[in-house]
């Protein structure tokens, strides 16, 4: 699987915007999706997450309720919307495909593929 991210770019704070993530390979179906950020000087952490398993998404505490993760099968993409951004959203946002047989989506090393990132940053 390859994965293809783009969306990124500037944005006021309170405003919106909607990552994509197109994925090649006609396995995309069977994995699992995250999204994670890697904010300057930081480590990488775990934004979002649909486990293949059951479909369940799951948020870190700090987006919850402004974003939302969702995929096209159909159009091998995964998307993720956010709205009401925040300075501290401001960060490199990798997608990434999580395994299929993995349980813990907020888990980095559960995720057998990474795109390349695209930069949002957000404005005060």
């Known amino acids: ?10 944005v006021q704070a309170g405003g919106s915007l909607r990552l994509s993530c197109a994925a090649s390979g006609r396995t995309f179906r069977n994995y699992g999706m995250g999204w994670f950020r890697q904010a300057p000087g930081k480590e990488r952490e ?22 939302t993760i969702s995929r096209d099968n159909a159009k091998n993409t995964v998307y ?16 990434a495909a999580h395994r299929p047989m993995g349980w813990n989506v907020k888990d ?10 695209t930069l949002v940053t957000v404005s005060s």
């Open 108 to 117: 980095l090393h559960e995720y057998d593929y990474w795109g390349q990132g």
């Open 46 to 67: 775990f934004v979002a997450g649909k486990r293949w398993s059951d479909g369940n998404a799951y948020y870190v505490d700090s987006v919850k309720g402004r974003f």
């Open 80 to 95: 993720l919307q956010m709205n009401s951004l925040k300075p501290e959203d401001t960060a490199v946002y990798y997608c």
């Open 1 to 10: 699987v390859q994965l293809q991210a783009s969306g990124g770019g500037l």
